[in-house]
């Protein structure tokens, strides 16, 4: 059965730090870009930041660039999202997924990706 599990949401004021993880299960990730995509209330999904399956090349949305980054652990199946200074405007749930990808590539558009997770909200309040 494949499966993503995602933890490490929570509430934090701004300013603060979370790191997302999602592990996968019944597949291996090795052949797949990974994408972290978010939605807000009464927003559509946007992508926030993709990896390719060789973590050489990776993509952030503008609002999240030098405070946001991706990685992944093939070996342990999981990837990971670090985000430092965190505002209320990234609050969302947010969710990772999985696309098989023949090359090197990071696609970050959701309607892209087959594989996806339960989600996970991230809340930025003072």
């Known amino acids: 059965q494949v499966q993503f599990v995602e933890s490490g949401g929570g509430s934090v004021q701004p300013g603060g730090s979370l790191r997302l993880s999602c592990a996968a299960s019944?597949?291996?990730?090795?052949?797949?870009?990974i994408g972290w995509f978010r939605q807000a209330p009464g927003k559509e999904r946007e992508g926030v930041s993709c990896i390719s399956k060789t973590d050489d090349i990776t993509y952030y949305t503008d609002s999240v660039k030098g405070r946001f980054s991706i990685s992944r652990d093939n070996a342990k199946n999981t990837a990971y999202l670090q985000m430092n200074s965190l505002k209320p405007e990234d609050t969302a749930v947010y969710y990772c997924?999985?696309?098989?990808?023949?090359?090197?590539?990071?696609?970050?558009?959701?309607?892209?990706?087959?594989?996806w997770g339960q989600g996970t909200q991230v809340t930025v309040s003072s």
């Open positions: 997924a999985a696309v098989y990808v023949l090359g090197v590539t990071a696609p970050c558009s959701s309607e892209l990706y087959d594989y």
């Open positions: 019944g597949f291996t990730l090795d052949n797949y870009a």
